[in-house]
């Protein structure tokens, strides 16, 4: 019998921050899914990294914020730039999780994902995914669930027809990048 994870009871939340459970890796089909951090098999997919050796296999923690050198300097600059996932919350959700609890993020993850699902479901034409995902874990949950709601007012007033993805995936793009916009974001990776 295989071990759902080493240690860890979410993976959907990296021991560094990263929100594993709204990355485009998370979401692929077939055999490069990423079961998140430390999730089923994840160790066949992925080598470890410094991060998951001290706080999971060596300190038996959930996610950095449990741990009393926190932040420390494995992770300076670790939400400066990102890799094929948003790195930039990484500290704010571990901060977070010091504050709240590990199970108030995964509250309020649960409801970023419930949307990330419905745009990927509803709304991806095939080249939205990685937009989605950042918008996911940038934008306030209200402003998530506000663009869903107008664009499927949006579809239906215009008579889209529901199988057009890629008019309603201009639609709802269109309306998260409007949030973005007033709150200074760019819903996009930053490469170095």
């Known amino acids: 019998m295989q071990r759902r994870s080493l240690v860890k009871t979410y993976p959907t939340i990296a021991?560094?921050?990263?929100?594993?459970?709204?990355?485009?890796?998370?979401?692929?089909?077939?055999?490069?899914?990423?079961?998140?951090?430390?999730?089923?098999?994840?160790?066949?997919?992925?080598?470890?990294?410094?991060?998951?050796?001290?706080?999971?296999?060596?300190?038996?923690?959930?996610?950095?914020?449990?741990?009393?050198?926190?932040?420390?300097?494995?992770l300076n600059q670790w939400d400066v730039y990102d890799s094929f996932v948003c790195h930039r919350v990484s500290l704010y959700n571990l901060n977070l999780i010091k504050e709240k609890g590990i199970e108030e993020f995964i509250n309020q993850q649960n409801k970023r994902t419930k949307s990330l699902k419905t745009m990927l479901e509803d709304f991806n034409e095939g080249r939205?995914?990685?937009?989605?995902?950042?918008?996911?874990?940038?934008l306030p949950i209200e402003n998530l669930e506000e663009s869903i709601s107008k664009s499927k007012a949006q579809i239906k007033d215009e008579g889209i027809d529901l199988k057009d993805l890629e008019a309603k995936s201009k639609i709802l793009k269109s309306l998260l990048n409007q949030y973005a916009n007033k709150q200074n974001l760019e819903l996009k990776l930053r490469k170095k």
Do not use: M, R, W
């Open 128 to 138: 939205s995914k990685s937009f989605y995902c950042i918008a996911s874990a940038l």
């Open 15 to 74: 021991c560094c921050g990263i929100d594993c459970g709204l990355c485009p890796t998370y979401y692929t089909k077939g055999p490069s899914k990423c079961p998140g951090c430390c999730g089923l098999d994840f160790f066949k997919k992925h080598p470890s990294c410094s991060i998951i050796t001290c706080c999971v296999k060596n300190n038996k923690f959930e996610t950095c914020a449990q741990c009393s050198e926190f932040p420390c300097t494995k």
